[in-house]
């Protein structure tokens, strides 16, 4: 019988004994359960039993560490039988670093690297050249505790990334030089080092080179990739770059779902402060400039769109509350090269689209100004009108867009009430 239907199974059973309880008690009760199993070392029927707990309470912080840390430990396992020694620590130390969970979990993920450690030493008694490689390993040790980037660095950005998983309820994987994650059809980092597609940053290729150290003849050096696409939904798709870069810290991210001729993808600093902050203080870096509020610092995310939303929607204290009971939602989607319609006319500068879902909620498109204001461009949600395709006027409709944009304050707008908004705008900037 495969996992996949044994999973199912206990699913099943486990349904059975707890269906005749009411919300609460269904959720004491599962987590009570996943406890027990967790004990008794019968990590699918906790898995199931943390899955209906979160079923009673989706938002229960501890139950989302519970399901995280078993996630890792199943995998951990996994990995271990199949002799992946580095791929089962790498898990087991995520398992360690999530706090307010099983300490029970942890217990257990300090014992199998105690045990994994030994048995890839013993994995390697027969390599004839085994001291020699000691040796060799040893003094690589010393040498990248010198370096930008080094192996406790790596663990330590493992352990960050967990966390950074579950505050944002996303799922990010590590991938590396020779594990690649399948981006709307390209591998990446795979197909940029085979020389299919070229990184590109603000529209200008340049080269990247994978590097164990941060150091290399390139400005850029790839030391981690991050990725989310394997679980989230179409056009919700991150793929994070943490580079080196002429020696400092930088964190990239592309959400690209198309191609284009010149087979680039296109890469932008990510204004996630969390995350740049984060790798920014692992590496070392100066983390000053990441930290400031946004409040002054009017970086292009979330914060900023909710408040250009709130501007031009006349948005209140009272209707935020009944937006946020509705079933409306929002999208951001930046584009460094927005061509309106098929004009072949551009907007002159790099802007991005707040668009509601339904349509009808709206659609903006703006360039943030990073002074507290923001160029509007009123480009149509809809192109209806069949002058658009006219080769002449669609041009000058178009022009006409362009110069009919205004610059919208919105200083004003106080952040108590956009950070309101922030649940009901999907994917990051």
Not at 84 to 92: C, F, G, R, T, V
Not at 200 to 222: C, F, H, K, M, R
Request: hydrophobic residues 30%; charged residues 30%.
């Amino acid at each position: 019988m495969n996992k996949k239907w044994k999973k199912i199974l206990l699913l099943c059973g486990m349904l059975v004994s707890v269906t005749a309880c009411g919300k609460s008690d269904n959720f004491d009760q599962s987590m009570q359960k996943t406890k027990e199993a967790i004990v008794e070392k019968k990590f699918e029927q906790a898995e199931g039993f943390v899955e209906m707990a979160l079923e009673s309470k989706p938002k229960d912080e501890e139950a989302k560490n519970y399901q995280s840390q078993l996630k890792r430990y199943i995998n951990a396992l996994d990995k271990k039988e199949k002799k992946k020694y580095d791929e089962a620590k790498a898990s087991l130390d995520a398992v360690i670093k999530i706090e307010h969970g099983s300490d029970k979990l942890v217990e257990y993920a300090k014992k199998e690297k105690t045990e994994i450690s030994q048995m890839k030493k013993e994995a390697e008694k027969d390599d004839s050249k085994k001291e020699e490689k000691t040796t060799e390993s040893s003094d690589k040790k010393e040498a990248a505790s010198n370096t930008v980037w080094n192996d406790s660095k790596r663990d330590s950005l493992r352990g960050f990334m967990a966390q950074f998983s579950n505050k944002m309820g996303q799922d990010y994987k590590e991938y590396s030089k020779t594990s690649s994650v399948d981006l709307y059809g390209v591998n990446v980092p795979g197909d940029i080092f085979s020389g299919e597609w070229t990184m590109a940053i603000n529209n200008q290729p340049v080269q990247v080179e994978w590097s164990e150290t941060g150091e290399g003849s390139s400005p850029y050096q790839l030391v981690a990739v991050y990725s989310d696409a394997d679980t989230q939904p179409y056009l919700q798709k991150h793929v994070y770059f943490f580079i080196i870069e002429n020696g400092k810290p930088k964190v990239y991210v592309t959400q690209q779902n198309q191609g284009n001729n010149e087979n680039y993808l296109h890469f932008s600093e990510t204004q996630n402060t969390d995350i740049k902050a984060g790798f920014s203080q692992i590496v070392g870096g100066d983390v000053a400039q990441s930290t400031q509020s946004t409040s002054t610092s009017y970086e292009n995310n979330k914060l900023l769109a909710a408040k250009v939303l709130i501007k031009m929607t006349n948005l209140t204290e009272s209707n935020v509350s009944s937006l946020l009971n509705s079933t409306t939602t929002y999208s951001l989607y930046p584009n460094k090269s927005l061509q309106i319609w098929e004009t072949g006319v551009y907007l002159p500068e790099d802007v991005t689209v707040i668009s509601g879902n339904p349509l009808a909620a709206g659609m903006f498109t703006y360039h943030n100004n990073e002074d507290g204001t923001v160029t509007l461009y009123p480009v149509p949600s809809h192109y209806q009108d069949k002058e658009w395709d006219d080769p002449v006027k669609g041009k000058e409709l178009a022009n006409k867009v362009i110069s009919d944009a205004s610059v919208i304050n919105i200083k004003d707008v106080s952040d108590d009430l956009a950070n309101k908004l922030i649940p009901i705008i999907e994917n990051d900037i």
